[in-house]
């Protein structure tokens, strides 16, 4: 199991969460937050620094936002597992159920 980044993190990158996270596993795309699958320990504390409530831990994500898991885990299918990261920086891609969104309101 894992925590999910969903889509009210799209537009907004607040990055409070990557500050929280103590194994850096939380990656930049272009447009949202990801967290890595198999870096994620399950500690949690990334989901109460999140001002917009984007991250959820994997069984309590709400169902209009179910398809992030897959966007989540599929983002690293080509990247693989870095270990970490402040290794990669900012990734210039999103997953396509990110990239196909409009714009979001801020």
Same mark, same amino acid.
């Given at each position: ?7 009210? @993190? ?6 409070? @969460?990557? &500050? /929280?996270c103590?194994?850096?596993? %939380? ?10 699958p198999? /870096?994620?320990?399950d @500690?949690?504390?990334c989901e109460?620094? @999140? ?8 069984? &309590? ?9 897959k966007?989540?885990?599929d ?6 597992s870095? $270990? $970490?990261?402040?290794?990669?920086g900012?990734?210039d891609r &999103?997953?396509? %159920? ?9």
């Open positions: 199991m894992t925590y999910v980044i969903a889509q009210p @993190c799209v537009d907004v990158l607040d990055k409070a @969460c990557i &500050d /929280e103590p194994v850096d596993c %939380i990656y930049e795309g272009d447009r949202m937050l990801y967290i890595h198999d /870096e994620c320990v @500690c949690g504390a109460p620094v @999140c001002p917009v409530e984007a991250i959820y831990y994997e069984d &309590d994500l709400p169902e209009q936002w179910s398809e992030f898991y966007a989540n885990v983002f690293f299918d080509d990247l693989g870095p $270990g $970490g990261a402040s290794k990669v900012k990734i &999103d997953h396509p %159920i990110v990239a196909k969104l409009p714009p979001q309101a801020e």
